[in-house]
């Protein structure tokens, strides 16, 4: 196939969300304080990492790595959400709406990647704590996250590389708030089986290989903790666990209702996108911080800070 037939279209047309008319500006004011809260909560999060030295610490670096993940997808999406919303314009260029998957692919699997290595992290912790400085050491947690990186980029450009070979015809309606590889492969005029291949198998992995380390994780930290079952061991596997495990089920929840749903896309559906692109990235820090005592101190400790200097 010649590059210059890859594909007839200059733009496509995002159809958004499915908002009665005569309330676009309340869910604009809405999401647009949905997006700050994203971007202020998980860089106060960074910031208090990074400047409290008892929480330079294994799962304080993959919490920084994941609050940094949250901003990046939320804005590669809401934004221009919230552009389209306030202008009426609903198209996005081609070479935009490509961009545009690119970096949603990549921070969904980064997500992904992150919380399984956040769950490793707290299995260590609590089934073998005597060792847990020796086997999560420094070296170790920086080449989990680059591993992170890498799989999540080959993994996004495997994607994108395979869906910008193909062709597009009039048809350049998108009946979503962003571009998704499963809407554009439906509009494609080209023939997708290698791309719904690659989606069943490798695409798969990116998902299940990620949730099965979680699992097999917190099915070993449940066996340890119920062989010798206490009040106190229990209250600590909860402080230790519960705010990753509330992020693992509110992340998962959202993202297979999804995936696993009716193949074709609809309002529940849309709702179930805007749950994991946009309310979970908001609410991790206040998970975060609401059911650590860490990150509490650290914050009152800057809290304390300002107030000194500015009196």
């Known amino acids: 196939m010649r590059p210059e037939n890859q594909s007839s279209v200059s733009q496509f047309l995002l159809l958004g969300l499915p908002i009665p008319p005569g309330q676009q500006g309340v869910f604009f004011t809405l999401f647009l304080g949905m997006y700050l809260t994203t971007v202020l909560g998980n860089l106060l999060i960074i910031l208090l990492i990074r400047l409290d030295s008892r929480l330079h610490t294994p799962m304080y670096f993959f919490l920084s790595h994941l609050a940094f993940s949250d901003i990046s997808l939320s804005s590669v999406i809401v934004p221009k959400m919230l552009i389209n919303m306030q202008t009426q314009q609903q198209s996005i260029s081609y070479m935009g709406c490509i961009s545009q998957l690119y970096f949603y692919i990549l921070f969904v699997g980064l997500d992904n990647y992150l919380l399984a290595v956040m769950a490793y992290d707290r299995y260590v912790a609590i089934c073998q704590p005597l060792h847990y400085t020796t086997i999560m050491r420094e070296r170790l947690c920086v080449l989990l996250v680059v591993g992170s990186w890498i799989l999540s980029c080959v993994h996004d450009l495997l994607h994108t590389l395979l869906l910008v070979r193909l062709s597009f015809g009039a048809n350049n309606i998108i009946t979503h708030f962003l571009c998704d590889l499963a809407a554009l492969l439906k509009l494609s005029c080209s023939d997708i089986s290698l791309n719904e291949l690659v989606i069943l198998t490798e695409g798969g992995m990116i998902f299940f290989l990620p949730f099965g380390i979680i699992l097999s994780s917190y099915i070993r930290i449940g066996t340890i ?56 990235p908001m609410l ?28």
């Open 225 to 280: 903790i119920l062989r010798v079952p206490s009040t106190k061991r229990l209250f600590k596997a909860f402080s230790t666990c519960g705010s990753h495990l509330s992020v693992v089920l509110l992340y998962y929840g959202t993202a297979a209702s999804v995936y696993f749903s009716s193949s074709s896309w609809g309002s529940k559906d849309i709702i179930a996108s805007v749950m994991y692109t946009v309310v979970t």
């Open 284 to 311: 991790n820090p206040f998970i975060y911080s609401l059911r650590n005592r860490d990150i509490k101190q650290a914050l009152q400790m800057c809290v304390n800070r300002v107030k000194f200097f500015n009196w």
